[in-house]
T-cell receptor, first 111, second 113 residues
Protein backbone atom coordinates (compact mmCIF):
# COMPACT_ATOMS: atom_id res chain seq x y z
CA UNK A 1 0.00 0.00 0.00
CA UNK A 2 1.56 3.25 -1.17
CA UNK A 3 0.61 5.80 1.43
CA UNK A 4 2.40 8.71 -0.25
CA UNK A 5 1.88 9.17 -3.98
CA UNK A 6 4.31 11.50 -5.74
CA UNK A 7 4.10 13.00 -9.21
CA UNK A 8 5.48 13.54 -11.75
CA UNK A 9 8.08 10.79 -11.99
CA UNK A 10 10.38 13.13 -13.90
CA UNK A 11 10.45 16.78 -14.80
CA UNK A 12 12.46 18.91 -17.22
CA UNK A 13 12.48 22.66 -16.67
CA UNK A 14 14.46 25.48 -18.17
CA UNK A 15 16.81 27.57 -16.08
CA UNK A 16 14.82 30.28 -14.37
CA UNK A 17 11.56 28.34 -14.56
CA UNK A 18 9.40 26.91 -11.78
CA UNK A 19 9.55 23.23 -10.82
CA UNK A 20 6.44 21.84 -9.14
CA UNK A 21 6.25 18.40 -7.51
CA UNK A 22 3.06 17.11 -5.96
CA UNK A 23 2.41 14.56 -3.23
CA UNK A 24 -0.80 13.09 -1.88
CA UNK A 25 -1.10 11.08 1.31
CA UNK A 26 -3.68 8.76 2.83
CA UNK A 27 -2.60 8.40 6.43
CA UNK A 28 -4.29 11.09 8.54
CA UNK A 29 -1.88 10.26 11.38
CA UNK A 30 0.95 11.96 9.50
CA UNK A 31 1.96 15.16 11.25
CA UNK A 32 5.28 16.02 9.63
CA UNK A 33 6.01 16.34 5.93
CA UNK A 34 9.66 16.66 4.84
CA UNK A 35 11.14 16.98 1.38
CA UNK A 36 14.53 15.46 0.62
CA UNK A 37 16.95 16.26 -2.18
CA UNK A 38 19.26 13.54 -3.49
CA UNK A 39 22.16 13.94 -5.89
CA UNK A 40 23.49 10.89 -7.79
CA UNK A 41 25.58 8.63 -5.60
CA UNK A 42 24.74 10.53 -2.42
CA UNK A 43 22.32 10.02 0.43
CA UNK A 44 19.13 12.11 0.55
CA UNK A 45 19.42 15.38 2.44
CA UNK A 46 16.61 17.25 4.16
CA UNK A 47 15.59 20.23 2.05
CA UNK A 48 12.53 21.71 3.74
CA UNK A 49 9.71 20.42 5.93
CA UNK A 50 6.26 21.48 7.13
CA UNK A 51 3.78 20.56 9.83
CA UNK A 52 0.04 20.56 9.06
CA UNK A 53 -0.75 23.59 11.21
CA UNK A 54 0.58 25.91 8.47
CA UNK A 55 -0.42 26.11 4.81
CA UNK A 56 2.86 27.33 3.38
CA UNK A 57 6.54 27.44 4.25
CA UNK A 58 9.21 29.20 2.26
CA UNK A 59 12.98 28.87 2.50
CA UNK A 60 14.84 30.77 -0.17
CA UNK A 61 13.73 29.52 -3.58
CA UNK A 62 11.95 26.48 -2.10
CA UNK A 63 8.31 26.62 -0.97
CA UNK A 64 6.02 23.92 0.44
CA UNK A 65 2.29 24.39 -0.03
CA UNK A 66 0.10 22.23 2.19
CA UNK A 67 -3.62 21.48 1.83
CA UNK A 68 -4.76 19.49 4.86
CA UNK A 69 -8.35 18.97 3.71
CA UNK A 70 -7.22 17.57 0.36
CA UNK A 71 -4.35 15.63 1.97
CA UNK A 72 -1.95 17.07 -0.56
CA UNK A 73 1.29 18.99 -0.44
CA UNK A 74 3.67 20.28 -3.05
CA UNK A 75 7.20 21.58 -3.50
CA UNK A 76 7.80 24.62 -5.66
CA UNK A 77 11.32 25.47 -6.80
CA UNK A 78 11.40 29.04 -8.02
CA UNK A 79 14.04 30.34 -10.44
CA UNK A 80 15.28 26.77 -11.02
CA UNK A 81 19.03 26.44 -11.51
CA UNK A 82 21.11 23.65 -13.08
CA UNK A 83 22.44 22.89 -9.58
CA UNK A 84 18.88 21.98 -8.55
CA UNK A 85 19.02 18.97 -10.89
CA UNK A 86 18.45 16.06 -8.51
CA UNK A 87 15.87 13.57 -7.33
CA UNK A 88 13.33 14.91 -4.84
CA UNK A 89 11.42 12.76 -2.34
CA UNK A 90 8.43 13.77 -0.28
CA UNK A 91 7.55 11.92 2.90
CA UNK A 92 5.02 11.74 5.68
CA UNK A 93 5.78 10.88 9.29
CA UNK A 94 3.37 9.86 12.02
CA UNK A 95 3.78 10.66 15.71
CA UNK A 96 5.49 7.30 16.33
CA UNK A 97 8.29 8.22 13.95
CA UNK A 98 7.23 5.97 11.10
CA UNK A 99 8.10 7.47 7.71
CA UNK A 100 6.51 6.78 4.33
CA UNK A 101 8.38 8.10 1.29
CA UNK A 102 7.08 8.99 -2.14
CA UNK A 103 8.62 7.28 -5.16
CA UNK A 104 10.74 10.30 -6.08
CA UNK A 105 10.84 12.87 -8.88
CA UNK A 106 13.89 13.33 -11.06
CA UNK A 107 14.28 17.02 -11.88
CA UNK A 108 16.50 18.16 -14.73
CA UNK A 109 17.13 21.88 -15.16
CA UNK A 110 18.42 22.74 -18.61
CA UNK A 111 20.78 25.71 -19.10
CA UNK B 1 22.78 17.78 14.10
CA UNK B 2 23.53 14.13 13.51
CA UNK B 3 26.32 12.67 11.40
CA UNK B 4 25.91 9.21 9.91
CA UNK B 5 28.90 7.21 8.73
CA UNK B 6 28.63 4.24 6.40
CA UNK B 7 31.29 1.90 5.10
CA UNK B 8 32.39 0.71 2.80
CA UNK B 9 31.36 3.31 0.22
CA UNK B 10 31.48 0.80 -2.62
CA UNK B 11 31.55 -2.97 -2.62
CA UNK B 12 31.72 -5.59 -5.38
CA UNK B 13 30.94 -9.10 -4.19
CA UNK B 14 30.40 -12.46 -5.92
CA UNK B 15 27.07 -14.25 -5.69
CA UNK B 16 26.95 -16.48 -2.63
CA UNK B 17 29.46 -14.47 -0.61
CA UNK B 18 28.66 -12.96 2.80
CA UNK B 19 27.94 -9.29 3.42
CA UNK B 20 28.46 -6.88 6.27
CA UNK B 21 27.66 -3.18 5.97
CA UNK B 22 28.20 -0.93 8.93
CA UNK B 23 26.55 2.30 10.00
CA UNK B 24 27.51 4.47 12.97
CA UNK B 25 25.86 7.63 14.21
CA UNK B 26 27.26 10.69 15.99
CA UNK B 27 25.49 13.58 17.63
CA UNK B 28 22.53 11.85 19.24
CA UNK B 29 21.67 9.16 21.76
CA UNK B 30 19.20 6.29 21.50
CA UNK B 31 18.22 7.10 17.92
CA UNK B 32 15.80 5.16 15.77
CA UNK B 33 17.92 3.57 13.05
CA UNK B 34 16.88 2.47 9.58
CA UNK B 35 18.27 0.53 6.62
CA UNK B 36 16.90 1.36 3.17
CA UNK B 37 17.69 -0.04 -0.25
CA UNK B 38 17.43 2.05 -3.38
CA UNK B 39 17.53 0.46 -6.83
CA UNK B 40 18.88 2.60 -9.67
CA UNK B 41 16.45 5.42 -10.45
CA UNK B 42 13.95 4.16 -7.92
CA UNK B 43 12.54 5.10 -4.55
CA UNK B 44 13.51 4.09 -1.04
CA UNK B 45 12.59 0.64 0.21
CA UNK B 46 12.64 0.28 3.99
CA UNK B 47 14.39 -2.96 4.95
CA UNK B 48 14.84 -2.78 8.73
CA UNK B 49 14.35 -0.36 11.57
CA UNK B 50 15.46 -0.40 15.18
CA UNK B 51 14.22 1.54 18.19
CA UNK B 52 16.96 0.28 20.53
CA UNK B 53 19.85 -2.13 21.11
CA UNK B 54 18.89 -5.62 20.00
CA UNK B 55 15.45 -4.47 18.78
CA UNK B 56 15.08 -5.03 15.05
CA UNK B 57 11.95 -4.97 12.92
CA UNK B 58 11.95 -6.31 9.37
CA UNK B 59 9.78 -4.70 6.75
CA UNK B 60 10.50 -6.98 3.81
CA UNK B 61 11.22 -10.75 3.88
CA UNK B 62 14.57 -11.41 2.24
CA UNK B 63 17.96 -13.01 2.76
CA UNK B 64 19.27 -9.96 4.60
CA UNK B 65 19.43 -9.44 8.36
CA UNK B 66 20.24 -6.52 10.64
CA UNK B 67 21.73 -6.18 14.08
CA UNK B 68 22.26 -3.36 16.53
CA UNK B 69 25.04 -4.34 18.92
CA UNK B 70 25.50 -0.81 20.28
CA UNK B 71 23.25 2.22 20.68
CA UNK B 72 24.67 4.03 17.65
CA UNK B 73 25.79 1.11 15.51
CA UNK B 74 23.62 -0.65 12.96
CA UNK B 75 24.83 -3.54 10.80
CA UNK B 76 23.29 -5.05 7.69
CA UNK B 77 24.33 -8.61 6.89
CA UNK B 78 23.79 -11.51 4.58
CA UNK B 79 25.13 -15.07 4.66
CA UNK B 80 24.84 -15.56 0.89
CA UNK B 81 24.35 -12.68 -1.52
CA UNK B 82 22.01 -12.87 -4.49
CA UNK B 83 22.24 -10.90 -7.73
CA UNK B 84 19.05 -9.10 -6.71
CA UNK B 85 20.80 -7.73 -3.62
CA UNK B 86 22.66 -5.22 -5.80
CA UNK B 87 21.70 -1.64 -5.03
CA UNK B 88 22.42 1.46 -3.04
CA UNK B 89 22.07 0.90 0.72
CA UNK B 90 21.27 3.82 2.94
CA UNK B 91 21.38 4.06 6.70
CA UNK B 92 19.21 6.68 8.38
CA UNK B 93 18.92 7.95 11.93
CA UNK B 94 16.17 9.78 13.76
CA UNK B 95 16.93 11.36 17.11
CA UNK B 96 13.47 11.73 18.62
CA UNK B 97 10.60 9.84 17.03
CA UNK B 98 7.90 12.25 15.96
CA UNK B 99 10.03 15.30 16.74
CA UNK B 100 12.99 15.09 14.40
CA UNK B 101 13.45 14.16 10.82
CA UNK B 102 15.46 11.26 9.47
CA UNK B 103 19.06 12.00 8.52
CA UNK B 104 20.70 9.82 5.91
CA UNK B 105 24.23 8.54 5.58
CA UNK B 106 26.25 8.74 2.35
CA UNK B 107 25.24 5.23 1.29
CA UNK B 108 27.02 2.05 0.19
CA UNK B 109 26.84 0.98 -3.42
CA UNK B 110 26.77 -2.82 -3.63
CA UNK B 111 27.27 -4.71 -6.86
CA UNK B 112 26.77 -8.46 -6.77
CA UNK B 113 28.27 -10.30 -9.75
Amino acid sequence: QQQVKQSPQSLIVQKGGISIINCAYENTAFDYFPWYQQFPGKGPALLIAIRPDVSEKKEGRFTISFNKSAKQFSLHIMDSQPGDSATYFCAGEDSWGKFQFGAGTQVVVTP
Amino acid sequence: SQTIHQWPATLVQPVGSPLSLECTVEGTSNPNLYWYRQAAGRGLQLLFYSVGIGQISSEVPQNLSASRPQDRQFILSSKKLLLSDSGFYLCASQGLAGQETQYFGPGTRLLVL
